[in-house]
């Protein structure tokens, strides 16, 4: 899934106008298959695969709090109508605080210049990042998340459980 992540990741930071906030870096493709031969060009292979370390940082141990969530959720809220739908929603929330740092990171290190890159690394990245904006900026975007992710996981999780059922 990495290589899809970081063309949207690449054409939405071209997106950006001057004025507002912009990436170190903003790529040149405007559209999906100039991204895929731009960065195929320019790092073969492999450079589909920039920020995967970040990414499994913040992917594999997300994925149990989710899911751990949800169950425990659902085994503790007694048995009523939508039952589901807020174990599945609260466990979406639960699961979108802890990954949000990473995926700040991973954004900002997928979207650095690939020839002269500002971040060195994960440490690095997270280093300027807090010497620049402080704490708060691993949690960019979190009210507007939570507002999609509780509805999406609401229908998610109630959606595998209507399944499970049949």
């Known amino acids: 899934m990495l290589p899809v ?8 930071t071209n997106t950006i106008t001057e004025g507002r906030w912009k990436p170190h870096y903003a790529t040149p493709y405007t559209g999906v298959g ?13 450079g589909f695969f920039r920020g995967c370390w970040v990414m499994c940082l913040r992917d594999v141990p997300t994925s149990g ?13 007694p ?12 466990a979406g929330i639960i699961s979108l605080v802890p990954a949000l740092p990473l995926d700040v990171i991973k954004t ?16 690095d990245c997270i280093r300027k990042m807090y010497a620049k904006n402080g704490f708060p900026v691993f949690f960019t975007g979190l009210p507007i998340l939570c507002m999609r992710a509780f509805p999406a ?3 998610m999780f109630t959606s595998y459980e209507l399944l499970m059922a049949l």
């Open 5 to 12: 992540e970081y063309i949207k990741i690449l054409l939405q």
């Open 34 to 46: 100039e991204a895929i031969r731009g960065i195929y060009k320019q790092s073969g292979v492999r």
């Open 65 to 77: 709090v989710y899911v751990l969530s949800y169950e425990l959720l659902r085994s503790s809220i």
């Open 79 to 90: 048995d009523i109508v939508g039952k589901e739908i807020l174990a599945g929603g609260t």
């Open 108 to 123: 900002n290190i997928q979207t650095d210049n690939p020839k002269n890159p500002y971040y060195k690394g994960i440490l």
């Open 153 to 155: 996981n609401a229908v």
